[in-house]
């Protein structure tokens, strides 16, 4: 979801990255999961054509140091109007009751389906500033598309609701931002907000980038330690770094999808200390951006049910681990 708007930075200028040793937190999980990279890299799906140089300092699955962000611009995506009845952000977040057994019974985890089908049709409204702490930004954006116009909004809405069927199973209460019963909105600070006031256990910020062709693959941002104004990460970024680790872990090893070949250096992880819906959290919380739909090959994969359906099922696994310890 690489654009200028909320939570969203111009390009950085490319950086050569730093190697260092596999970080502790998963170094049971990793190893199986690179296997099948290696595995997918060996028979010819490479990532794309062109290879742009990783914006990350990081090492192999570790620390990343600097952040790093694409931005080709974002378009507002026709055809797709929002499902609620209400104009404006508010209302209850939606939840799922707890289930009655499994491993994760009493864990909340919050979902957040990046962006509003609706808001295109919100252009005002969205673009109003809000607090994120460090500055001010436009409450939300419209997202990404394919070039064949298949919405980062529908994608996300998808890959969560999978999701939950995926987590409810295993005992977990399950609570979204937004499921497709609001018109536009919420706000990068009212996201930010659901999941502090669930008490979360663990958030994860489903997106798709916007990058050019031939950028591919998959990268989870981790927030970056802030401490300014309404945000203080401090008290979550090692844990979030964990939640972020076991989620890339999990995706990589489930959809066979390699780390992002143009931002993290190769880790599939990312540091950011410009996004108010990590900014703003008092609790565990990553995005992850599943792929790039401006490239045909991430493309093909984002817009297959097939895939989708691993996608919810690898993020599930890593959000499965974290809560496990």
Excluded at 5 to 21: A, M, N
Excluded at 43 to 63: M, Y
Aim: glycine share 14%; with cysteine; charged share 20%.
């Amino acid at each position: 979801m690489s654009y200028v708007g909320p939570d969203f930075e111009p390009p950085r200028p490319p950086r050569h990255p730093l190697r260092g040793p596999l970080t502790v937190a998963v170094a049971a999980l990793v190893p199986g999961a690179l296997i099948g990279w290696l595995v997918w890299q060996t028979v010819g799906d490479s990532g794309g054509d062109a290879q742009a140089s990783p914006s990350s300092t990081s090492s192999p699955w570790g620390r990343p140091t600097t952040p790093g962000a694409s931005d080709d611009g974002k378009e507002q995506p026709g055809g797709a109007g929002g499902t609620g009845d209400s104009e404006k952000p508010g209302g209850s977040p939606s939840a799922s009751a707890p289930a009655a057994s499994g491993s994760l019974k009493g864990k909340v985890v919050v979902i957040d389906p990046g962006h509003n089908p609706g808001n295109f049709q919100h252009t005002s409204e969205i673009n109003q500033q809000v607090n994120i702490g460090t500055n001010s930004k436009e409450c939300d954006t419209t997202g990404t598309a394919t070039n064949d116009g298949y919405t980062e909004a529908k994608f996300t809405l998808d890959v969560a609701r999978r999701m939950r069927t995926v987590l409810e199973k295993e005992g977990a209460t399950v609570k979204f931002t937004q499921d497709g019963d609001r018109s536009w909105g919420p706000c990068v600070d009212e996201r930010a907000q659901i999941g502090n006031q669930a008490d979360a256990d663990a958030v994860v910020s489903i997106h798709a980038d916007g990058a050019g062709a031939g950028n591919r693959g998959f990268h989870v941002i981790l927030p970056g330690s802030v401490h300014s104004g309404a945000a203080d990460t401090r008290p979550i970024v090692a844990s979030s770094r964990e939640l972020g680790e076991r989620v890339a872990g999990s995706f990589l090893r489930v959809t066979g999808s390699a780390p992002s070949n143009y931002i993290g250096g190769g880790t599939g992880l990312d540091v950011r200390k410009d996004l108010g819906g990590l900014n703003l959290s008092t609790v565990p919380k990553v995005f992850i951006e599943c792929g790039n739909m401006r490239d045909s090959k991430d493309a093909a994969q984002l817009t297959s049910s097939a895939w989708r359906q691993k996608a919810a099922q690898g993020i599930s696994e890593g959000i499965v681990s974290f809560l496990h310890g």
